[in-house]
């Protein structure tokens, strides 16, 4: 189980918790995976999201792409989750920096994945820093765009299927970048460690 660094309460009543820990370990409904366009999990959250959930997720993913076509920014995948204690595994492609209008991309790529949480009646969801690992986001620029996405979404998106969206961060430096980027915006959430 994740460590709850910090956690407030969104329009609608949604719970919305900063943590640090293993999001293949998560018992959310559904966590977000950070994928590329074509859905091969070889490294990093996805390759970890195979290695744990098994060879079912990497299956139906290739499934996925013959038969819908490579994922865009706005339109993630899902698939089931194989030996992963949550019910799905979202495939949210998030942008490369460098690649331009990244910003944009990202705040698309955390949209869609609210979206498609909604369209599948989640009550939960746990989602990475998408796109500040091998992609090479600037991780408080990342935390900015995620965390103002998710905010929003709320505020417009109501009343909610969801009622609980976790932010997992692995890393000490991802979990600085997010915490300060947190307590600007919300400087009067609640700390929980």
Not at 3 to 19: N, S
Not at 33 to 44: C, M, P, R, V
Not at 56 to 85: F, N
Request: hydrophobic share 40%; with cysteine; charged share 20%.
């Amino acid at each position: 189980m994740s460590t709850i660094l910090k956690e407030v309460v969104l329009e609608g009543e949604i719970l919305f918790q900063l943590a640090l820990g293993d999001i293949t370990r998560e018992k959310t409904d559904a966590i977000v995976n950070a994928a590329n366009s074509q859905l091969q999990h070889d490294a990093g959250i996805a390759g970890a999201i195979v290695q744990r959930g098994g060879p079912q997720i990497q299956k139906e993913s290739d499934d996925w792409v013959r038969e819908h076509a490579p994922v865009t920014h706005v339109a993630p995948a899902y698939t089931s989750s194989g030996d992963l204690p949550c019910r799905y595994v979202i495939h949210a492609v998030g942008p490369i920096w460098g690649s331009g209008d990244e910003e944009h991309k990202l705040h698309a790529a955390v949209r869609g994945c609210l979206d498609l949480a909604e369209k599948l009646n989640l009550k939960s969801l746990a989602m990475p820093a998408i796109s500040t690992g091998i992609y090479g986001f600037p991780k408080g620029l990342a935390a900015a765009v995620i965390i103002v996405t998710i905010q929003d979404y709320f505020i417009s998106h109501h009343p909610s299927s969801i009622a609980l969206i976790r932010l997992v961060i692995f890393d000490t430096e991802t979990q600085t970048a997010f915490t300060d980027t947190w307590d600007k915006i919300f400087p009067t959430s609640i700390d929980t460690h």
